[in-house]
T-cell receptor
Framework: LAKTTQPISMDSYEGQEVNITCSHN???????ITWYQQFPSQGPRFIIQ???TKVTNEVASLFIPADRKSSTLSLPRVSLSDTAVYYC??????????????FGKGTRLHILP | DTEVTQTPKHLVMGMTNKKSLKCEQH?????MYWYKQKAKKPPELMFV???????INESVPSRFSPECPNSSLLNLHLHALQPEDSALYLC???????????????FGQGTRLTVV
């Protein structure tokens, strides 16, 4: 599984756009990029997933450059309720047939009023 | 129904007790997972069941014993735990046979376990 590197923590203010970048230099051809959000004492929640270019849903956007060695999760107009830990995961849908989802250290996002 | 339900939500047990954590999903997912999470740390994979068979055991001590009675249920049997096993235990499910990727995994709210 490709190793990911994210900032340990970030602060931002309500109403701003927040971008969290994840580095995955050894991403493989078949790897997907997935982001999860986790609030304290709750299970992680899937936010968005992509393979290349840009993906957008009702919650966030995911930007993936052509070389796919990094990705950026973009949260538009954050609110206090977006304070959470955000995990970037990279993995292969043919991972020797093993179903395995591994979390890295994540980014602790703190939204200030 | 896109829920993964875990019971109990909280559990306090002594080091000589035997208890079980339960997890249930009705999304037709054939991959189910147990994770352990300590405070301010990422979830740590413990076990994976694929098509009701144990496919991954991440070198978990034998005092943790998983069981998958059917495609909707996952149990974690606990025996002779130590205080350092106190943590949030998370269950998850996803489509199987994809390495867990190109698919969304659904997590339960977890069981907060305290070993005294």
């Amino acid at each position: 599984l490709a190793k990911t590197t994210q900032p340990i923590s970030m602060d931002s203010y309500e109403g701003q756009e927040v971008n969290i970048t994840c580095s995955h230099n050894n991403i493989a051809t078949n790897d997907y990029i997935t982001w999860y959000q986790q609030f304290p004492s709750q299970g992680p929640r899937f936010i968005i997933q992509g393979y290349k270019t840009k993906v957008t849903n009702e919650v966030a956007s995911l930007f993936i450059p052509a070389d796919r060695k990094s990705s950026t999760l973009s949260l538009p107009r954050v609110s206090l309720s977006d304070t959470a830990v955000y995990y970037c995961l990279v993995g292969d849908d043919r991972s020797q047939g093993d179903d395995k989802i591994i979390f890295g250290k994540g980014t602790r996002l703190h939204i200030l009023p | 129904d896109t829920e993964v339900t875990q019971t109990p939500k909280h559990l306090v047990m002594g080091m000589t007790n035997k208890k079980s954590l339960k997890c249930e999903q009705h999304m037709g997912h054939r991959a189910m997972y147990w994770y352990k999470q300590k405070a301010k740390k990422p979830p740590e994979l413990m076990f994976v069941y694929s098509y009701e068979k144990l496919s991954i055991n991440e070198s978990v001590p034998s005092r943790f014993s998983p069981e998958c009675p059917n495609s909707s249920l996952l149990n974690l049997h606990l025996h002779a735990l130590q205080p350092e096993d106190s943590a949030l235990y998370l269950c998850a499910s996803s489509q199987a046979g994809t390495g867990g990727w190109n698919t969304e995994a659904f997590f339960g709210q977890g069981t907060r376990l305290t070993v005294v």
